[in-house]
């Protein structure tokens, strides 16, 4: 019997072959999906959260700190935010190549052994007062840059270059005017009118050598033909030491005006609105402190509205770059950005 069913079963296993049927084989078990671990939270790396996932884009810093506080998780609401030394004014300045050359920057910051007699910084100048409330000129950067390549030509012949006059408050061009209402002299400010110093790219300058002032056409604020680029009232050696300093300041990228041989003109042609109403420190210096209820923004550009790119809390230092209207650029650690100059106070 067994020998008979032997070949049934091989023959019947023969014919389902030959129909195309198999059995199966077992299926593996599938292989379970790795997912790669976060990567670790580094200090920069939680400042660009905090950033982006906690500051809100609205500019009210002293109330947008407290609600946000409130809405944080547990966990980042306990983060504390890194503590940053700024880098000193002069290396900080340097260092970045973002500031550009429209906006507004301390002179000695870049040229430091440049000689200044900022007259209308002292009572020395035709009102007799104080005009400005701050004692450091400033003007945009790519005037500075322009200022000091003047300065080096002139020291190349034996001269040294003095600042009198740079950047100039639009409130300050209404006092001067109305201790002097003549438009020929001083820009009438009234009716939307503007002096060019007021744009921050407009110097007043004279030659000295050897630590003291060349015979020039006349002196500072002269309301009268001496004033003038019309040099034949005037002795040979003011009028060829006018000269010479018309041919450098023009040669690096200034323009004249007839009526004062001082004064010169960035030929750029900034637009004063860019500095118009910016807040500038009684005394020199770049270090300013956060004065908040909880922290300010630093912002990718100065417009209230724009990216956030980090914050820096209240009391921290950071070190002021450039001006603008209603805001600061300023360097915090590695982050370099603007915040609102109504939220900070020089450091004394």
Known sequence: MKKRVLPL??????????????????????????????????????????????VPADEDEAEEGDAEAEALPPEEEAEPAPVVTPAPAAAAIAENTAVRDLELVRVRNYIPDLLIDLKYATTDNFTGKVVYSFDEPYLRCGTVKKLAAAKAMLEQQGYELLLWDAYRPNEAQFELFDA?????????????GHSSHTSGGAVD???????????????????????????????????????????????????????????????????????EGCVLPEHATTVYESECNEYINIRRVANPSAEAIGNIPDGRQMTVLSYLTDFIHIQYGELTGYVNVHYTKPVY
């Open 9 to 54: 079963m091989l023959a019947l296993l023969v014919l389902l072959g030959g129909c195309g049927l198999s059995i199966p084989a077992p299926t593996p078990a599938p292989t379970p999906e790795l997912t790669p671990a976060p990567p670790q939270a580094t200090a920069e790396l939680q400042v660009f959260q905090q950033s982006h996932d906690s």
């Open 180 to 192: 002097f209402p003549n438009g020929v002299y001083v820009a009438n400010p009234y009716g939307g």
């Open 205 to 275: 300058v004279a030659l000295m050598k050897d630590g003291t002032l060349c015979e020039m056409p006349s002196g500072f604020d002269e309301f009268s033909a001496l004033g003038d680029r019309n040099y034949n009232d005037v002795s040979e050696e003011a009028a060829a030491n006018a000269k010479l300093l018309e041919q450098v300041m023009v040669a690096c990228g200034f323009s004249t005006y007839f009526g004062e041989w001082w004064h010169y003109i960035d030929s750029t042609g900034y637009n004063y609105t860019d500095v």
